[in-house]
């Protein structure tokens, strides 16, 4: 069975970084994966901020392009997020997703496996 945790999160200031990661254990690898990163603040519904599949395609949602990047380390089981220059809006719970055999995409209807959450704040 897949087990999806996420570390990593925590309380910045504005500008801060923090490195999300996401580790799966239990996973059969397939070369069609896809992983993602989503968020959630309260009050508002789930967005997708990144995602990555096997053949290296990423995706960013427009919010954090450019300030994100999403890695992957299939040997490790691993999937990274890497965020730089934070905002307050960033400030939510971030959700690491995986599917086993799909296309990198931003919608939260693409994947199966969900971890529970790590808490981002960022403070002005």
């Known amino acids: 069975q897949v087990k999806v945790v996420e570390s990593g999160g925590g309380s910045v200031q504005t500008g801060g970084s923090l490195r999300l990661s996401c580790v799966l254990s239990?996973?059969?690898?397939?070369?069609?994966?896809?992983m993602g990163w989503f968020r959630q603040a309260p009050g508002k519904e789930r967005e997708g901020v990144a995602a990555?599949?096997?053949?290296?395609?990423?995706m960013y949602a427009d919010s954090v392009r450019g300030r994100f990047t999403i890695s992957v380390d299939m040997a490790k089981r691993v999937v990274d997020l890497q965020m730089n220059s934070l905002e307050p809006e960033d400030t939510a719970m971030y959700y690491c997703?995986?599917?086993?055999?799909?296309?990198?995409?931003?919608?939260?209807?693409?994947?199966?496996?969900w971890g529970q959450g790590t808490q981002v704040t960022v403070s002005s």
């Open positions: 997703a995986a599917e086993e055999t799909c296309s990198a995409t931003l919608s939260d209807d693409g994947y199966y496996y």
């Open positions: 239990g996973w059969i690898y397939t070369h069609a994966y896809c």
């Open positions: 990555i599949d096997g053949d290296g395609t990423t």
